[in-house]
């Protein structure tokens, strides 16, 4: 999917694995870009309501008491919802990224 377009060539930056980056390169003239300041928050943000999100469903909708099936579901939709809200943040563009400040 799109992130946004390329500020050096204009053509489109796109990701394929829907997971943030501080630091992301234009495939096509291999400009750099970090994370905006702004988007920064959603960095932080958004592996901890993952994490939230799976010991929410852990707790209120798995009934055993295996704890390794449980870690298994934790992790396996705390990687799920982290990987749906970076892809709601590239289509709503939270995620921004900026040139790359030289030095
Ligand atoms: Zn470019």
């Known amino acids: 999917m799109k992130i946004q377009t390329c500020e050096v060539c204009q ?3 796109q990701t ?13 003239c291999r400009a750099e870009y970090e994370l905006k300041s702004e988007a ?6 958004f592996p901890f309501v ?28 705390a990687g799920i919802m982290y990987r749906i809200l970076c ?6 563009h939270f995620l921004c990224y900026q040139l790359r400040k030289k030095g």
């Open 11 to 13: 053509k489109e930056i």
């Open 40 to 45: 920064w928050r959603w960095y932080i943000l």
């Open 87 to 92: 892809y709601l943040g590239f289509y709503f």
């Open 16 to 28: 394929k694995k829907k997971i943030m980056f501080a630091h992301i390169r234009c495939e096509h």
């Open 50 to 77: 993952s994490v939230i999100f799976a010991m929410f469903i852990s707790i209120n909708i798995l009934k055993t008491d295996d704890i390794f099936l449980k870690m298994i579901i934790i992790l396996g939709s």
